[in-house]
Every structure is written in C-alpha cells, then in structure tokens.
C-alpha cells in the first residue's frame, strides 16, 4: 500500500478552526486525522503543502517511525508546534489506515487494552456570565449529565498578577462549582500559564480548601524552574505539558520533578507512537497522562485508543458534549460519555467517518481567540485570521 495525497478540510466553530485531512492510499483506503490550531491554521496548511510531497506521498502508511523520523530530523529544524502539528495529523491518519487495513481498532496496535473504558472529564461547559450564581448552575448542568470531573478557569484576564478584587472573585467562582457539585466530583483548575510563580503560589493556597484535582499550567510553559517553585509549596497536584511539543521537552521536567500530570497534546507533539514513548517515560517517573484535547472527534477517538493501551492513563479531557454539537455529527462513530466513561470503539480503525454534506455547512470562520481578552470564556467569534 502507497499513499497517493492528502485532502485537506476546516471545519469553522465560533471560536476554534479544527483542521481535517484525509490521506488518500492506491487501494482505496482512506485515513483521518484532525488538529485544532490556535490562530495558526494557515501556518498548518502552508506547512502541509509542503510536507506532503516530500515526506508522506509514495510512502507505506504502515512504515510509521519512519515518517516521524523523516520529518522531526529531515528537515534539520528544531521541531515545533506547527511541525509537530503536521506530523501529527499525518501520523494519526496512518493508524487510521492501518487499523482499517487489518479490520482492528487501533489500540489494538498499539497494545492492546489495559481498560475496558476511558475516564472523561468535561471542559467548555462555563460559557455563562462570570457569576458564582451562572457557574454553580453550569457546574450542575454537567453533573446531571454524568460526569465525575470538570475543569474550568475562573481567572478572566489575568496575567502574572492578579489584584484583590479579581482574587476573590475567581476564588467565589471555584467555591460555587464546589458547593454545585459536591465533594466527590473532581474540580481541576486550568491556568493557562497566566501567573508568576510568586501569584501562582498563592492562589494555589487560596484554593486549596476547594480540592482541586491539580493546577494545570499555573505558570508559562517556558522556564520549568518556575513551575518546579511552585509544586514545591503546594499540595496540589501539578498538571502540564500542553505547549510542550516533543519528547525531549518534557527531559529537564522529569529531572525537576516539576509536575505530576502529564497533559500532551498528541495534535501538538508528532502524534500516537510519540505519546506512547512519552507515555512509557512518565511512567518510569510515577507520572500520570491526562491527555489535552481541544478538538473534535477524530482527535478524541485518538486520543481515547491511546488511554485504552497507556497503562498511566487518569483521565481525557471533553469538549463536545458543551460546545458545537455539529461537531461529532461531522465525523460520527466516536462512543458517547455515558456516566463519565468513554466506552472504547470496536470498529477498524479510529472508528470515526468523515461526514462530507455536514463538514460544508460548517465553513472556516474568521477566528482570532485570546485568552487574555475579557470575556474569553463566552468563546464567541472575534474578529481576525
């Protein structure tokens, strides 16, 4: 089997451009795979038309490791977020295709299962008013759907600092999803890398009555000393690795002991085989993988494959179910959240098919998305590329 090309497809939501491809092979089948890009899609795109004819076309879809090789040293750059990206969506679509081939899901090749279902948590849920009274309703709404956990991030705007009045108002928000959800329903706090260590440190004290499940992200992704100071005066488990994008970032994160989650991107970071390797060097760390997943389906069937077979698997964050539901009627097949599970897909491949007519009524929308903007959390269109 050769791949012969790559279709390339956006589908537009008011706040996220989730990119599709389908790989193309000479014998007819056909593999997916999907990246949210944040305000970076043209880049992807510009990246691909390049990428595809020189590394993926006229190749085996089975031979893997070796397209991650040929695209992470090939080129002779240092791998980032848009390479890893690019491979990334390639290389999921080739287990797609592998697992099609062969009539087996594709934990199967990966593995095999250690879990007869994948624990999920909800995200995307708080698009209301930043009120205790609109976040305690919201927090209900995901309760009453089955879920067991549930991330948000109370903080607004804030960046490195974040003054008295913000403080306690970000600290009601927690305290009014707590008091919605009760004490054995898991709160994990995002902080999308807002703070200096110094407020990171602090609000983590100011949250701890509340017993989050971790701080995910409590400073930027960058200087890993920082974030080792602030896992070192909490108690709260710290979760990161989002903006990380290959194996070798997380080395010096290991060596730290700077956190306790790790939340790759496998959009981001080269795809399944990666995070398996990644996964396997946490575990010899006693470190948990609770995946980022921002996407759509094809990207959370890939995801929900990899926590099947990854043995220090905790839980898979969940868009879909609170925002876009034209979403997954885009690429249906994925297994619903029933009860804060996943069950796992029994169908070759991803087990997920791309829906054409609906993928055309959901254009690209001219998204520009900045959590540092007041009102963020909404996530409604703004204007830009």
Same mark, same amino acid.
């Given at each position: 089997?050769?791949?012969?090309?790559?279709?390339?497809?956006?589908?537009?939501?008011?706040?996220?451009?989730?990119?599709?491809?389908?790989?193309?092979?000479?014998?007819?089948?056909?593999?997916?795979?999907?990246?949210?890009? &944040?305000?970076?899609?043209?880049?992807?795109?510009?990246?691909?038309?390049?990428?595809?004819?020189?590394?993926?076309?006229?190749?085996?879809?089975?031979?893997?490791?070796?397209?991650?090789?040929?695209?992470?040293?090939?080129?002779?750059?240092?791998?980032?977020?848009?390479?890893?990206?690019?491979?990334?969506?390639?290389?999921?679509?080739?287990?797609?295709?592998?697992?099609?081939?062969?009539?087996?899901?594709?934990?199967?090749?990966?593995?095999?299962?250690?879990?007869?279902?994948?624990?999920?948590?909800?995200?995307?849920?708080?698009?209301?008013?930043?009120?205790?009274?609109?976040?305690?309703?919201?927090?209900?709404?995901?309760?009453?759907?089955?879920?067991?956990?549930?991330?948000?991030?109370?903080?607004?705007?804030?960046?490195?600092?974040?003054?008295?009045?913000?403080?306690? !108002?970000?600290?009601?928000?927690?305290?009014?999803?707590?008091?919605?959800?009760?004490?054995?329903?898991?709160?994990?706090?995002?902080?999308?890398?807002?703070?200096?260590?110094?407020?990171?440190?602090?609000?983590?004290?100011?949250?701890?009555?509340? !017993?989050?499940?971790?701080?995910?992200?409590?400073?930027?992704?960058?200087? &890993?000393?920082?974030?080792?100071?602030?896992?070192?005066?909490?108690?709260?488990?710290?979760?990161?690795?989002? !903006?990380?994008?290959?194996?070798?970032?997380?080395?010096?994160?290991?060596?730290?002991?700077?956190?306790?989650?790790?939340?790759?991107?496998?959009?981001?970071?080269?795809?399944?085989?990666?995070?398996?390797?990644?996964?396997?060097?946490?575990?010899?760390?006693?470190?948990?993988?609770?995946?980022?997943?921002?996407?759509?389906?094809?990207?959370?069937?890939?995801?929900?494959?990899?926590?099947?077979?990854?043995?220090?698997?905790?839980?898979?964050?969940?868009?879909?179910?609170?925002?876009?539901?034209?979403?997954?009627?885009?690429?249906?097949? &994925?297994?619903?959240?029933?009860?804060?599970?996943?069950?796992?897909?029994?169908?070759?491949?991803?087990?997920?098919?791309?829906?054409?007519?609906?993928?055309?009524?959901?254009?690209?929308?001219?998204?520009?998305?900045?959590?540092?903007?007041?009102?963020?959390?909404?996530?409604?269109?703004?204007?830009?590329?």
């Amino acid at each position: 089997m050769k791949i012969t090309g790559v279709r390339t497809h956006v589908l537009g939501t008011a706040w996220r451009n989730l990119t599709i491809v389908e790989v193309l092979t000479d014998e007819g089948i056909t593999g997916l795979g999907e990246v949210r890009m &944040l305000n970076h899609t043209d880049a992807l795109h510009g990246f691909l038309r390049e990428a595809v004819p020189r590394h993926l076309v006229g190749s085996d879809p089975f031979d893997v490791e070796s397209l991650v090789h040929r695209m992470v040293r090939h080129d002779f750059a240092r791998a980032g977020e848009i390479a890893m990206s690019a491979l990334a969506i390639l290389e999921i679509a080739c287990w797609d295709i592998k697992g099609k081939a062969l009539g087996l899901p594709v934990y199967k090749l990966l593995g095999g299962a250690v879990r007869d279902r994948v624990k999920a948590y909800a995200n995307g849920w708080y698009q209301v008013e930043r009120t205790p009274e609109e976040f305690h309703a919201a927090a209900r709404r995901v309760v009453q759907r089955g879920y067991r956990g549930l991330k948000l991030d109370p903080f607004g705007a804030g960046m490195f600092e974040l003054d008295a009045e913000e403080t306690a !108002r970000s600290i009601s928000l927690v305290e009014a999803v707590r008091s919605a959800v009760g004490s054995d329903v898991d709160i994990y706090i995002e902080m999308h890398g807002r703070f200096s260590a110094a407020t990171a440190i602090r609000v983590a004290g100011l949250l701890a009555p509340y !017993r989050p499940a971790w701080l995910e992200e409590p400073v930027p992704p960058e200087n &890993l000393k920082a974030l080792a100071k602030v896992a070192a005066h909490t108690d709260i488990p710290i979760a990161t690795g989002e !903006r990380l994008h290959t194996r070798f970032d997380y080395r010096d994160l290991f060596e730290l002991q700077a956190a306790d989650i790790i939340q790759t991107d496998i959009t981001h970071s080269g795809g399944l085989l990666e995070a398996k390797k990644l996964a396997g060097e946490a575990e010899s760390h006693y470190l948990l993988m609770a995946p980022h997943n921002v996407g759509g389906a094809v990207s959370t069937a890939a995801n929900v494959h990899l926590a099947a077979t990854t043995v220090n698997f905790a839980v898979q964050e969940y868009f879909n179910d609170f925002a876009d539901p034209f979403v997954n009627e885009c690429v249906p097949g &994925l297994p619903a959240v029933v009860d804060g599970y996943f069950a796992l897909p029994d169908k070759p491949g991803l087990g997920v098919e791309l829906n054409h007519e609906v993928l055309a009524e959901h254009p690209r929308v001219p998204v520009s998305f900045n959590l540092f903007s007041a009102g963020w959390e909404r996530r409604q269109a703004h204007a830009g590329a």
